[in-house]
């Protein structure tokens, strides 16, 4: 019984931090898009920019968590 225990805590914890690395990286990718699309003059490129935002927000505000996280752990 502890061994199943235990080995259903670290899959769910290697699983989180799976999803914690895709996420951050998910939040890369579109920052790089949303920079180099504000950079455009045209219109297409200025409205995906704001667009982006509403993607980019929520990944900031799970980066914040995950590194909250992580600091909490540690100490």
Known sequence: MISTVTTSTVTTVTIA???????????????????LSSTEDNEKAQRLSKALNIGIIPL???????ILSRIFNVL
């Open 17 to 35: 931090g799976s999803f914690a690395a895709i996420g951050i990286f998910i939040l890369l990718g579109m920052l790089i898009q949303k920079e």
């Open 60 to 66: 900031i505000i799970a980066f914040v968590l995950i």
